[in-house]
């Protein structure tokens, strides 16, 4: 069964930085797209970044050039690194990999 575990959330001054992790289990990854999502009380899920299997990187126009995907095959992780974040209402990201869902980590940004 296919889990996926995210980690490395907690609160952040502005213009701080943050390093998400998912671990992946249940299955190989390396040939599998895998993403980041984050959803702010009371709103929808948003995409936030994608990691193609093929190397290929994917970007919000928000996360774009202050968000950082990666990840490592060898260890079925997916990264997300948070630089330069904004003071906003606090998001839960989750890790994607089509049809799973991880339960989230959350990333409050003090104001």
């Known amino acids: 069964q296919v889990q996926l575990v995210e980690s490395g959330g907690g609160l952040v001054q502005p213009g701080g930085s943050l390093r998400l992790s998912c671990a992946a289990s249940g299955r190989t990854f390396s040939d599998v797209n895998m993403g980041w999502y984050r959803q702010a009380p009371g709103k929808g899920r948003e995409f936030v970044a994608i990691?193609?299997?093929?190397?290929?990187?994917l970007y919000s126009d928000s996360a774009k050039g202050r968000f950082t995907i990666s990840r490592d095959n060898a260890t079925n992780t997916l990264y997300l690194q948070l630089n330069n974040l904004k003071p906003e209402a606090p998001a839960i990201y989750s890790c994607?990999?089509?049809?799973?869902w991880g339960q989230g980590t959350q990333v409050p940004v003090s104001s």
């Open positions: 994607h990999v089509l049809p799973y």
């Open positions: 990691s193609g299997y093929l190397g290929t990187t």
